[in-house]
C-alpha cells in the first residue's frame, strides 16, 4: 500500500522547485497536527530530508504553533542542528537531538515526526505499550519500536540508542514521553502517526471500561498488519486508500487554511 502519488524522479526537477513541494507538504502536515489537536503548545517536533548530498532537512521554527508554520517559515537546517539559511527563529535543540539522528540512520526516513498527546504518552507509561486491541493498531502489530526514558532528548549520546530502539520499524513509542513515526513521506508519516494516536486512544478508552479485553490471536494480529502495510495475499487490494485519504486532508486544509502554502 502506498501512501503518496509516483512523484518525477528528483533528477528531472529542479532542486528549488522540489524543495517548494516539500515545504508545502511539511506545512501541511504541520496544520493537520494542529487540526487533529495532536499539538504541545509550541513543543514536539515534524522534519523532513531535503534531497542532495549535503543531508539537509526542514524543522518547526522554535516558538510558533503549529497553526501558523506556513511553507517559508520551515527552517533549514544541517544534521549538526546548524541553520543552513538566514532565519529569525531557532530551533528546538531537543527536536535536533531526536530528529537528526534518525535522519541520519535511516536513508528511508525522510520524514520524522513526534507527539506528546494525552493517549500517546498514556500508552507510552504503560508496560505493555501498544496493545493489539483494534484494527488501527494492527498496522503497528510488531512493528513499533520502545525506548526507555532517559530525560529530556538533550544529549548528544541518546542517539545511538534511540537509532537502535526504532530499527527498522515505522514507529517508536518514547516510554514516559511520547509517540514518533517515521515515513518515505510527510504524507506517510502523518498518516501513520493518524492511526497510531486514534490507536492509543481507542487502547485508553477501552482500558476504562473496566471489563476484560479481547485480544485477537496472534496469528490473525501479524496477518492484519502485514495486509496493512500491503505484503499480504487477498481477494482484494486496496493499493489507493492512503492515496485517497491524503488528497482528502490536502482538500480540508484548502478549504480551513490555505495560507499554509504560503
Not at 78 to 84: I, S, W
Not at 117 to 136: E, K, Y
Not at 188 to 203: K, S
Request: aromatic share 8%; with cysteine; glycine share 6%.
Amino acid at each position: 500500500m502506498t501512501v503518496a502519488a509516483p512523484l518525477p524522479s528528483p533528477s528531472t526537477v529542479p532542486a528549488a522547485e522540489e524543495e517548494a513541494r516539500l515545504r508545502r507538504e511539511l506545512a501541511a502536515v504541520y496544520r493537520l497536527v494542529a487540526h487533529f489537536r495532536m499539538t504541545d503548545l509550541i513543543f514536539t517536533h515534524i522534519s523532513l530530508r531535503l534531497p542532495g548530498p549535503d543531508h539537509h532537512f526542514l524543522i518547526n521554527p522554535y516558538g510558533l504553533l503549529f497553526e501558523e508554520i506556513t511553507a517559508s517559515n520551515l527552517v533549514k537546517i544541517d544534521l549538526d542542528g546548524n541553520p543552513v539559511e538566514p532565519t529569525p527563529y531557532p530551533v528546538n535543540p531537543a527536536g535536533f537531538v531526536i530528529h537528526s539522528a534518525i535522519h541520519a540512520a535511516r536513508p528511508d526516513a525522510h520524514c520524522v515526526l513526534h507527539t506528546h498527546t494525552r493517549a500517546g504518552c498514556a500508552v507510552a507509561a504503560q508496560r505493555g505499550g501498544l496493545l493489539p486491541l483494534n484494527q488501527m493498531s494492527m498496522e503497528f502489530y510488531d512493528r513499533v519500536g520502545y525506548h526507555d526514558y532517559e530525560g529530556v532528548a538533550l544529549n548528544l549520546d541518546e542517539q545511538r540508542r534511540l537509532v537502535a530502539d526504532i530499527g527498522g520499524h515505522p514507529a517508536l513509542i518514547l516510554r514516559n514521553h511520547g509517540l514518533l513515526t517515521v515515513g518515505e513521506s510527510a504524507a506517510q508519516a502523518f498518516l501513520r502517526m493518524y492511526y497510531l494516536e486514534r490507536a492509543c486512544e481507542i487502547q485508553v478508552t477501552a482500558q476504562a471500561g473496566g471489563g476484560p479485553l479481547v485480544v485477537p490471536p496472534a496469528e490473525i494480529c501479524a496477518y492484519t498488519a502485514r495486509q496493512l502495510a500491503g505484503e499480504a495475499s487477498a481477494d482484494f487490494q486496496d493499493d489507493a486508500a492512503y492515496d485517497l485519504a491524503w488528497a482528502a486532508m490536502l482538500r480540508l486544509l484548502d478549504r480551513t487554511c490555505p495560507d499554509y502554502k504560503d
